[in-house]
């Protein structure tokens, strides 16, 4: 993992570095650092070993730029077996996104059986070779991930899988979470489920990541396995793994969208 993280603290603060570049305007953030802020300042302030974090709604209503981000959260509920806490975050006084967390506390499973889908029937991350990565990529480029894909990816419709993993810690000289690694990966189900032949043409509004475990290890495995589309509104989902096995889902909504070179760019909710 390289030492260069997407955020600095300041104080109460949190300073964006240049890797957190989004793909959709080179002065913006990427999503995927937004919701990654706010699943660790829900974690730090409210996660217990006790309590499985199961569901993060993220809404991401604005593209923010490098401005520096202060984050709020609100516990919503708290109860023997249920927490819901709400965070969002803020730049220069504006709101960004905000997100919505349930943790369920851990306990013993029934003895039941239960039907569940067969296993994921894919080589693990050392059998698969890295991605090639386009030759035309900027000078500037540096990696948010490292990507293993199973299959065909980008330019083509069809399902698609991959190993991936992170590259860089969320904060500077702290280690990643197995929740903020989770929650960082989880906007990758929107360009993995909504791009095809024409690449990708969809910036997604939300992500809810569904865990019904942690992930173990630095690797986790994409399958998508919806995406539907009317008039410019898709919604992609895709199942995520561990080495170990399926450990949830990610479910994104999105909306047609084109890249610009500019500074300008309409905001997600116009």
């Known amino acids: 993992m390289t030492d260069d993280a997407f ?4 104080g109460a ?3 964006p570095n240049p890797v957190c570049r989004g793909p959709w305007d080179p002065k913006s953030l990427h999503g995927r650092v937004v919701a990654g802020l706010l699943a660790a300042e829900i974690e730090r302030q409210y996660g217990d070993p006790g ?5 993060l709604t993220v809404d991401l209503w604005r593209l923010p730029d490098f ?3 202060e984050v709020t959260t609100t516990l919503v509920r708290e109860g023997g077996r249920l927490k819901v806490v709400d965070a969002e975050c803020f730049a220069g006084g504006k709101s960004i996104g905000r997100a919505s967390a349930e943790l369920l506390r851990r306990g013993v499973p029934p003895q039941t059986e239960v039907w569940s889908p067969p296993p994921w029937n894919v080589p693990p991350p050392q059998r698969v070779p890295p991605e090639s990565l386009p030759a035309d990529r900027p000078t500037d480029w540096q990696p948010m991930w490292e990507m293993r894909p199973i299959g065909p990816q980008w330019g083509v419709a069809a399902q698609k899988r991959v190993w991936m993993r992170e590259v860089r810690g969320l904060f500077e000289g702290e280690a990643l979470t197995p929740f903020q690694r989770a929650a960082l990966a989880a906007d990758f189900a929107s360009p993995l489920s909504n791009s095809g032949a024409g690449g990708l043409a969809y910036i997604n509004t939300d992500i809810t990541l569904y865990l019904h475990r942690l992930p173990a290890g630095e690797w986790l495995g994409f399958e998508t396995i919806a995406h539907h ?3 410019g509104v898709a919604v992609g989902e895709c199942m995520l793994y561990d080495e170990e096995g399926v450990i949830g889902r990610s479910i994104t909504a999105a909306l047609a969208q084109r890249r610009t ?4 760019i309409p905001p997600r909710n116009d």
Do not use: K
Not at 7 to 10: I, L, S
Not at 261 to 264: D, H, M, V
């Open 229 to 231: 589309a009317a008039e």
């Open 261 to 264: 070179a500019g500074p300008e």
């Open 67 to 69: 401005t520096p981000i």
């Open 51 to 55: 309590f499985q974090p199961a569901r």
């Open 7 to 10: 955020f600095r603290r300041d």
């Open 13 to 15: 603060t949190f300073v």
